[in-house]
């Protein structure tokens, strides 16, 4: 039971992803249409929800890749956990354990 509760969570978790994906073009085309009347002269809507999307894709992108890379939002909830006064006792003293099996 907790296996198949388990898996379900998996895919939720996956398929939401790529549903913020998709509703994340929607925004996109539903700001562009709203405010179709800013465009620069000679972009039509579809080329502005293309350019936006190609620029939305390249964006979150060149965001992964900066984590990955720098681990700027790691290392900021590594220190946020350190702040918590419970997973700092609970981290010292899985290391005390750790310590003492190393003896």
Do not use: C
């Not at 502005?48 to 992108?61: E, K």
């Not at 790691?74 to 981290?91: I, K």
């Amino acid at each position: 039971m907790l296996e198949l509760l388990s898996k379900i969570k998996a895919y939720q978790a996956r398929g939401s992803g790529w549903i913020q994906i998709v509703m994340s073009f929607g925004i996109i085309t539903a700001n562009i249409e709203l405010f179709k009347e800013y465009l620069p002269a000679g972009v039509s809507v579809p080329e502005a929800i293309f350019i936006s999307g190609v620029i939305y894709l390249f964006g979150t992108v060149f965001l992964g890749w900066f984590d990955a890379r720098y681990g700027i939002w790691g290392r900021e909830a590594g220190v946020s956990s350190m702040v918590n006064v419970r997973w700092r006792e609970m981290y010292e003293k899985v290391n005390e354990i750790h310590q003492e099996m190393k003896k």
